[in-house]
C-alpha cells in the first residue's frame, strides 16, 4: 500500500460546509478532508463504543418488541460518547477526545445496537415460539453475528459506488456527523443538544423505575371511567400509556403515520373487539388486566395484512432504484477514468472474497448445526440477501428508509414456495436476509459519517467488526434474561415477531386455519393497503400527507390502543414545536425525543431483569 502524500494534513483545510465534504471527488478528499495523523482507532474508544452500543442494542430491543420500533444508534451514540468522554477527562488524564475517535465510538456503538434489529425483535423469537426450540446463548450469539458479517461485508463494494461516486445522501450519517462536529465546536448546538438528551434520558428512566419497581405510577391511564357496552374502556387499552419513550417515539416517527395509528387503533379496540367479544370469537380472561392478549391473536391478521401488502407494494414501486442498483453491479470495485487511487484508506478488494467465504462459511455451519437447514438453501440466501442488502442500501441511501420487513416478508414467501411445509426454513431464510440487509445499511450510514469527517474505511470496518461481536453476544443474553417467549404477545406485544409468526402460520396452514371472518378482514386491509400506498408514492405530492398510512393502520391492530395514542401525542407535541418554534425544534426536538427513548428503554431493560430474576 502507498503511503500518504506529504501534501495531506491533519486537519481539513477547505471552507466548504460538512455536506461538501461528502461530494468531492476521492482527489479532493485524500488531499482536503482526510485526517491521517488524527488518532482514530484506539482502545477507549473501541472499548466505550462496544458498551455504550450494547446497552443501546438492549434498549432497541425493549422498544422493538413493546412499540415494534427499533433505532439508528448512531446519533445517541455520538452524542453518549462524548459525554462519557467529557466524565472521563474530569477523572482521569489522557489526550484529548478527538473528532475521529468519537467517530470510531458512535461506529462501533452503532453496529451493536443494530443487533437487536438483525432479528432479535422478528425473526429469531417466531422461531422459537412456532417450533417450540429453545436456542442457547452460543447458538443466538453465533447466527447474529455471521449474519450481521454478511451484511458487512456486502458493504466493502457498495460504499466506493454509492458514497465516493454517487454521493447518495444516506441522511442519518449526515446528521451523525454534523453532530459530532458540532459537540467538537465545529458545529452549533452541540453542547445544547447533549445536555438535552442527557436531561431527558434521566426523566425517562425515572419515571420507568417509579412504573415498574416502585409501582408509584401505572402502567395505563383510561381515557375515563366508562364503558363501552359491557367492557370498560380500561379492558379496551382505551387510554394512554405512562411511557415517556412512546412519547418520545411520536416525535421520532412523525404525524402522518401516528395519526392513522390512532385511528386504527379507534376502529380495532372500540370497534372491531367488542364486536368479536360479543359474538364470542374472542373469549376474555377474567383475571386479565385488559384484553389485549386474548384479542390480539384475532386483529393481528388485518394488521400484518396492511404491513406485508403496503411495504411489498412500496417495494415494487422503486422499480427505478432497483434497476439502478442491478446496473450498478458491474461497476463496484472498478476504477473510474482520471479517478484517485484508493491508497491505503480504503478497504482492499481482496478482504470482501476472503471475508465473504469466511463468513458465508460461518453462516452454512450454524444454519445446519443449529437449525437443521441444507448448506444450499442457506447459500441461496446467502446470495438473497446480498441482492436485497443492494437495493435496501440504495432505498436507504435515497430515502433514509431501509425496507427490511418487506424484503423480509419477500424471503419469507419465496423459501415457503421452496421448502414447502417447513416453517423454520422460511423464517430463518427471511431472518438471515433481514439481518444482513440491516447490518450493510447500518455500515453503509457510518461510512458517510466518515466521509464526511475524513475517516479511514478500514478502521470503520474494524470497529464494526468489535461492535457486532460483543452487540450479538449481549444482545442474544439480554433476550434469554429479560424476555421470556411466554411474555411476547402479552406483556410485550412484539409486533414484529407477530408479522413474521403470523405470516409462517399462515403459509404452513394456509387460510382455513384462520379466525372467523380473518381470511375477508385480511382481503379488505390488503386491498386498503395496496391502494393507499399507490395512492401516497404516485399521487400529487401536496396530497400524500392526507393519504392513510398502511404501516400506521396496521401496526395499530397489533399494538394496544394506548400504545398508539400515546405515540400520536408525542408526534402532535413534535409538530406543534416543529411549526411554532423552528428553531428550538432543530436545537432540542431530535436529542429530547432520542434522550427519553433511550432512558426509559435502558431502565426498562434493568427492570425486566430484575422481575425476571423474581420469578
Not at 461528502?22 to 482502545?43: I, K, S
Not at 388486566?289 to 411495504?311: E, I
Request: aromatic share 8%; hydrophobic share 55%.
Amino acid at each position: 500500500m502507498s503511503s500518504v502524500p506529504a501534501s495531506v494534513t491533519n486537519e481539513p483545510r477547505g471552507e466548504a460546509p460538512v455536506a461538501d465534504a461528502a461530494g468531492v471527488t476521492d482527489e479532493v478528499w485524500y488531499d482536503r478532508v482526510f485526517r491521517p495523523l488524527e488518532r482514530q482507532f484506539t482502545l477507549r474508544a473501541v472499548v466505550f463504543g462496544c458498551v455504550i452500543g450494547s446497552v443501546l442494542s438492549a434498549a432497541n430491543l425493549y422498544t422493538g418488541l413493546t412499540i415494534g420500533i427499533t433505532y439508528s444508534a448512531s446519533i445517541t451514540a455520538a452524542i453518549s460518547a462524548w459525554l462519557l468522554f467529557r466524565l472521563w477527562r474530569g477523572v482521569a488524564r489522557g489526550p484529548a477526545f478527538t473528532v475521529l475517535e468519537n467517530n470510531t465510538m458512535q461506529t462501533a456503538a452503532s453496529a451493536a445496537a443494530a443487533m437487536a434489529g438483525a432479528g432479535m425483535v422478528s425473526a429469531m423469537p417466531a422461531l422459537m415460539i412456532v417450533t417450540g426450540q429453545r436456542l442457547s446463548l452460543l447458538q443466538i450469539t453465533a447466527w447474529l453475528v455471521s449474519a450481521a458479517l454478511l451484511g458487512l461485508l456486502f458493504a466493502i463494494p457498495l460504499k466506493r459506488q454509492m458514497i465516493n461516486r454517487e454521493n447518495l445522501k444516506f441522511p442519518s450519517g449526515v446528521a451523525a456527523a454534523q453532530m459530532t462536529l458540532a459537540l467538537h465546536g465545529e458545529g452549533e448546538g452541540g453542547t445544547k443538544k447533549a445536555v438535552a438528551l442527557m436531561v431527558a434520558a434521566g426523566i425517562g428512566a425515572t419515571l420507568v423505575f417509579t412504573r415498574g419497581v416502585l409501582g408509584f405510577v401505572p402502567d395505563t391511564v383510561p381515557f375515563a371511567f366508562a364503558s363501552l357496552g359491557a367492557l370498560g374502556l380500561a379492558r379496551l387499552t382505551l387510554g394512554l400509556d405512562m411511557s415517556l419513550m412512546t412519547l418520545g417515539s411520536g416525535a421520532l416517527v412523525g404525524l402522518r403515520t401516528a395519526a392513522w395509528m390512532a385511528v386504527g387503533a379507534t376502529l380495532c379496540w372500540a370497534g372491531v373487539v367488542p364486536w368479536a367479544v360479543g359474538r364470542g370469537f374472542v373469549t376474555p380472561t377474567p383475571a386479565a388486566p385488559n384484553l389485549y392478549g386474548d384479542a390480539v391473536g384475532y386483529c393481528v391478521w388485518p394488521g400484518v395484512a396492511m404491513l406485508v401488502v403496503g411495504g411489498l407494494v412500496s417495494f415494487a414501486l422503486k422499480g427505478g432504484s432497483i434497476v439502478t442498483a442491478m446496473r450498478s453491479i458491474g461497476s463496484i470495485g472498478a476504477k473510474a477514468p482520471g479517478e484517485a487511487d484508493p491508497r491505503d484508506v480504503e478497504v482492499p478488494s481482496r478482504w470482501l472474497g476472503w471475508g465473504l467465504a469466511a463468513a458465508a462459511i460461518l453462516a452454512i455451519t450454524t444454519q445446519w448445526f443449529v437449525l437443521g437447514m441444507h448448506p444450499a438453501t442457506t447459500l441461496f440466501a446467502i446470495v438473497l440477501a446480498g441482492a436485497l442488502a443492494l437495493v435496501g442500501t440504495r432505498t436507504l441511501g435515497e430515502t433514509d428508509v431501509n425496507p427490511l420487513g418487506p424484503m423480509a416478508m419477500v424471503s419469507q414467501l419465496l423459501f415457503a414456495v421452496l421448502a414447502p411445509g417447513q416453517t423454520h426454513v422460511s423464517l430463518m431464510a427471511a431472518g438471515l436476509t433481514n439481518a444482513g440487509a440491516n447490518s450493510c445499511g447500518d455500515m453503509m450510514q457510518d461510512l458517510k459519517t466518515g466521509r464526511i469527517l475524513g475517516a479511514s474505511p478500514q478502521k470503520q470496518l474494524f470497529a464494526q467488526l468489535f461492535g457486532i461481536t460483543v452487540g450479538g453476544l449481549v444482545t442474544a443474553l439480554v433476550f434469554l434474561t429479560a424476555f421470556p417467549l411466554e411474555l411476547l404477545g402479552t406483556k410485550y406485544p412484539a409486533p414484529g415477531v407477530q408479522m413474521f409468526k403470523g405470516t409462517a402460520e399462515l403459509l404452513a396452514r394456509g387460510f382455513a386455519g384462520l379466525p372467523p371472518h380473518a381470511a375477508l378482514a385480511m382481503a379488505i386491509a390488503a386491498a386498503l393497503a395496496a391502494v393507499c400506498t399507490l395512492a401516497s408514492e404516485l399521487g400529487p405530492k401536496r396530497l400524500a400527507a392526507w393519504v392513510p398510512s398502511s404501516m400506521g393502520l396496521g401496526l395499530s391492530f397489533i399494538l394496544p390502543a394506548s400504545t398508539s395514542y400515546t405515540l400520536f401525542l408525542g408526534a402532535a407535541i413534535g409538530a406543534i414545536v416543529a411549526r411554532f418554534f423552528p428553531r428550538k425544534d432543530a436545537l432540542y426536538t431530535t436529542a429530547t425525543a432520542s434522550g427519553l427513548v433511550a432512558g426509559e428503554s435502558v431502565m426498562g431493560v434493568a427492570v425486566a431483569i430484575w422481575a425476571a430474576g423474581r420469578i
